[in-house]
Nanobody
C-alpha cells in the first residue's frame, strides 16, 4: 500500500508562484505513474500532469503547459509541482495520486482519475487579487 501526503498550497495573487510537494511512502516512486489532479468546486477531477516515476517521462495538460513543472527525487521518494504565473482559474484543491506505472503507457489512462487507486488528502490553492 502506498501513502501520499501533499503540502505547499496557499492563497496567492495572479502571477505568483507556488511549489507543491507530495511525499510518497510505502513503495518506491519508481513503481508508479504519479499524477497531479485538481478539482474546483462543482467540477470533476482534472489531470494537470502525469509522470512515469521510473524514467521521468511527463505529460502536461494544455491548460498548464509552460507554467507548471513536475520533478521527482527518487532517493527521497518525493514529487514536486512548481506552478508559476498562476491564474484565478488555477484555483482548486490539488491532489497527488498514484497508479501502476504501466498505466502511463496504456491509452489515456494516465489522465483518468478513475485509474488511480491511491490519493493524498489534497492541498488548497487559491489564486485571487
Amino acid at each position: 500500500q502506498v501513502q501520499l501526503v501533499e503540502s505547499g498550497g496557499g492563497l496567492v495573487q495572479p502571477g505568483d508562484s507556488l511549489r507543491l510537494s507530495c511525499a510518497v511512502s510505502g513503495r518506491a516512486l519508481s513503481d508508479y505513474c504519479i499524477g497531479w489532479f485538481r478539482q474546483a468546486p462543482g467540477k470533476e477531477h482534472e489531470n494537470v500532469v502525469a509522470m512515469d516515476g521510473s524514467d521521468g517521462t511527463v505529460d502536461y495538460a494544455d491548460s498548464v503547459k509552460g507554467r507548471f513543472t513536475i520533478s521527482r527525487d527518487n532517493a527521497k521518494n518525493t514529487i514536486q509541482l512548481l506552478m508559476v504565473n498562476l491564474k484565478p482559474e488555477d484555483t482548486a484543491r490539488y491532489y497527488c495520486a498514484a497508479t501502476d506505472r504501466v498505466n502511463y503507457y496504456i491509452g489515456d489512462r494516465r489522465h483518468q482519475a478513475s485509474k488511480y487507486p491511491y490519493w493524498g488528502q489534497g492541498t488548497q490553492v487559491t489564486v485571487s487579487k
